[in-house]
């Protein structure tokens, strides 16, 4: 390939990627009727601040979710609508910063943060 081909293909799987990484909440619901299965498929698409690097701002599991604090409210209030029925949305920081996808990992039974975290963050 010449190189120009070479760097277009490189932008174009760029630009795939970018799109992938807005796609931030797909959900598959199913639903049994009498003798019928209905399949409905919801994506929300969402930027934390012109970034799309949403999974570093967001801690998603089945029990919870972490928001990084912003300065606007739409980033939080889109996974509010979308989880709030289910699980608790929580606005949190982790040694004072905002990336709380970044820096903790955990599930439906608890998160593990770093050292640095505060006792009033935790």
């Given at each position: ?40 498929k ?5 930027a934390?601040?012109?970034?799309n690097?949403?999974?570093?701002f ?12 912003n ?24 040694a ?7 820096t ?12 640095t975290?505060t006792?009033?963050?935790?």
């Amino acid at each position: 390939l010449s190189h120009s081909r070479r760097k277009k293909n490189k932008a174009d799987k760029h630009k795939s990627k970018e799109r992938n990484n807005l796609l931030i909440i797909q959900s598959l619901f199913l639903s049994s009727t009498s003798n019928q299965t209905t399949t409905s498929k919801m994506a929300t698409r969402v930027a934390f601040e012109n970034s799309n690097e949403i999974g570093v701002f967001a801690a998603l599991t089945n029990g919870y979710c972490l928001t990084g604090i912003n300065r606007s409210e739409n980033f939080y209030s889109v996974f509010e609508a979308e989880l709030a029925a289910h699980i608790p949305v929580i606005h949190a920081t982790i040694a004072g910063c905002r990336f709380v996808g970044r820096t903790t990992v955990g599930n439906r039974r608890g998160l593990l943060v770093p050292n640095t975290a505060t006792d009033q963050e935790v």
